[in-house]
Every structure is written in C-alpha cells, then in structure tokens.
C-alpha cells in the first residue's frame, strides 16, 4: 500500500507527490470541472495549491488528498477533508471537499471516497462535525453531500466571492459525529 492514509475497495487517498503536478494542474485547467469556481487554474496556480495542500497535510496530518484507482495506480483528483479559516458564522471549522478529473465522474469515486474521509475525520481525527459547501448550481456535489448522509442546514454569502456573481450563495451541509 503506497503511503495510503485512507484506503476503500477502490481507491487509495495519500498525500501528494511530485507525479501528481501534471495530471492535478490538468484536471484544474479543464472548465467543466471547474464550472462551478470563478475560474481555471493556470499551472502556476495549480503548483501554488499543490504545495498548500501538501503543507496542510503536514501541518495537519489530513488534507484534500490525492486520490488514485489501486488497480492501475492512476491520479484521479482529490478527496478530503481542510481546515478552513474564512471569515462565516460556521468558521473555523473542518471541511469535506473533493475535485476529479473528468473521465473519473460517474463511476462512484467521489461518494466512495468521501464516505471514508468522513469515518476518518470522526473517528481517527477526533473531530464532532464536518461542514461542505458548494455554490447553489453545483448539483453534482450536493448530490454526493446527500448520499454521505450530510444535511443542509443553511445558506450564505461566500466571502471569497464577489458580490453579485452567480456563485457567491453557497449550500452549507453538516453532519456531526452522532
Ligand atoms: C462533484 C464531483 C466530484 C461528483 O462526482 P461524481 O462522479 O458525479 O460523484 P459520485 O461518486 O457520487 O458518482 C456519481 C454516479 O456514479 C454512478 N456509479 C457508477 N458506478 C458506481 C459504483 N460502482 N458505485 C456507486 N456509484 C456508481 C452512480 O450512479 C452515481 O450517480 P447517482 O448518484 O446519480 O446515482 C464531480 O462532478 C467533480 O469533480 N466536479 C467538479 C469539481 C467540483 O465541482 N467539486 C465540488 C466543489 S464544491
């Protein structure tokens, strides 16, 4: 098991590695799937959050993952939990979130992965709830926060996002430990 922290029957989440900057920087250049953010990355900035991703694991012990099959050890994208600090009533908090690369949709990945970010959240990390938050359009990923057993307790204005733009109100979903 290649220094997989988290491991389900398909996929294994690790932290990130150097092999992972170009399929990572691709997948974040692709507008489809990242429709639903202000805008695609440039490979400068997909470098710049792959070092913060990487830093948070080692700050943390946890972070957006890199997510890979096992079966042919391929970079999928990212599942995982984030500490998260921007300025909202829910914060600071832990956060769910997951981005992949466009021929992984459709197969389960995100839910599957999820699901087990979740378990370890409560139960390794110690933590009592998990928040996620998406803007109201992105009906992909609310459809995976309902089938993680999260629920929506509210809506808000994301303070990263200018006012006025089509995805400054975003779904904020919960689930505590109970
Ligand atoms: C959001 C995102 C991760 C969701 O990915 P996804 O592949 O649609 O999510 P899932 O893992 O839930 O899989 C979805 C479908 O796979 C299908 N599927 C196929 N094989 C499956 C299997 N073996 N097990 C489970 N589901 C399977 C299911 O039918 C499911 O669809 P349904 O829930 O409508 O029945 C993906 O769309 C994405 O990366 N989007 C761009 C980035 C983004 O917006 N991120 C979120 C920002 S907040």
Redo the contacts with the bound molecule.
């Keep these: 098991m290649p220094g997989y922290i988290i491991k389900t029957p398909r996929l294994g989440l690790r932290n990130w590695q150097p092999s992972d900057l170009e399929p990572f920087a691709e997948m974040n250049s692709d507008e489809?799937?990242?429709?639903?953010?202000p805008k695609t990355l440039s490979k400068e900035e997909s470098l710049d959050l792959y070092n913060r991703l990487k830093e948070h694991f080692e700050k943390h012990g946890y972070t957006y993952f890199a997510a890979e099959t096992i079966s042919d050890k391929k970079f999928i994208?990212f599942i995982g939990l984030a500490y998260q600090t921007y300025e909202a009533h829910f914060t600071p908090c832990v956060d769910i979130?997951?981005?992949?690369r466009r021929e992984?949709?459709?197969?389960?990945?995100?839910?599957?992965g999820a699901k087990a970010c979740l378990d370890f959240g409560f139960n390794k990390i110690k933590l009592e709830e998990i928040y996620?938050?998406?803007?109201l359009p992105?009906l992909?990923?609310v459809?995976?926060m309902k089938?993680i057993g999260m629920k929506k307790v509210g809506e808000f204005g994301h303070p990263n996002i200018e006012e006025g733009h089509p995805l400054k109100v975003c779904n904020l979903f919960r689930i505590s430990k109970q």
């Design positions: 489809a799937v990242m429709e639903y953010f994208g979130g997951w981005r992949l992984a949709w459709g197969k389960g990945y995100a839910t599957e996620s938050v998406t803007p992105n992909k990923s459809n995976v089938k």
